[in-house]
């Protein structure tokens, strides 16, 4: 079983944190949405998509990508869009939604949280504290295992804590594959991804 379809069953909206519940999966115009900092906005739609594949929420993110000056296309999302329509549809079983969710994950990081140019921002400045917290952070909205292991392994040489992080999330990883999709084993997941996430979001002066 793959990490990433552990972090939806898991519900990785943990990652837009209290925003989301007062955002609506199909509905970019709330007020609510409206007073999001554009970090928190790109998270949301990012989310929304991957929960729900609507073309409105396709258009949403592109509309947000072109607004923040983004030449990041979305158009190639459609095809995985209509597969996950499809696999709904035909009730197909869990190795097909996983791959699938691996393919939608990898496309989703190729849209940075923009956390991580708030973070190089810094970083350039000589704020290397900022740099890291904001690195994080980022790190935290990520979706895809090899996101999340390569954004680590950069951060080392700032950030000693990192390699740690990295150790412990490849642990998370054979954890997933090991367990079983019953109630009680997602639940040890959950616990032990929300302690790594906490552990992430530590930063260590």
């Known amino acids: ?19 989301w519940a007062h955002v609506k999966a199909n509905n970019a115009h709330t007020q609510a949405f409206k ?21 409105t929420n396709l258009q949403n993110l592109a509309d947000f990508l072109k607004e923040i000056g983004s030449d990041q296309e979305v158009q190639s999302y459609k095809p995985l869009m209509e597969r996950q329509l499809a696999l709904a549809d035909r009730k197909e079983n869990l190795e097909q939604w996983d791959r699938l969710y691996v393919e939608q994950c990898n496309w989703v990081d190729q849209i940075r949280p923009l956390e991580f ?3 190089l921002a810094a970083k350039e400045a000589g704020n290397t504290e900022t740099y ?6 980022g790190i935290s ?3 895809s295992d ?20 990295l150790l412990s ?6 954890a997933c594959k090991e367990s079983g999709a019953d109630d009680k084993s997602l639940e040890a997941l959950r616990k032990k991804r929300d302690a790594w ?6 930063v260590e002066k």
Do not use: H
Not at 151 to 158: G, R
Not at 169 to 174: D, F, G, R, S
């Open 141 to 143: 909205r990520l979706y």
């Open 169 to 174: 999330y490849l642990q998370l990883v054979e």
């Open 117 to 119: 140019a708030e973070g």
């Open 146 to 165: 090899q996101a999340i292991e390569e954004a680590l392994k950069q951060l080392e040489n700032d950030y000693p804590k990192a390699r740690e992080l």
């Open 197 to 202: 996430v906490e552990d992430l979001l530590t």
């Open 1 to 19: 079983m793959n990490w990433t379809l552990i972090v939806t069953l898991l519900f990785v909206l943990l990652f837009i944190r209290i925003f």
């Open 35 to 55: 007073n999001l900092s554009p970090k928190d906005k790109l998270a949301v739609l990012k989310e929304c998509l991957l929960n729900n594949p609507t073309e």
């Open 132 to 137: 890291i917290a904001r690195t994080l952070e």
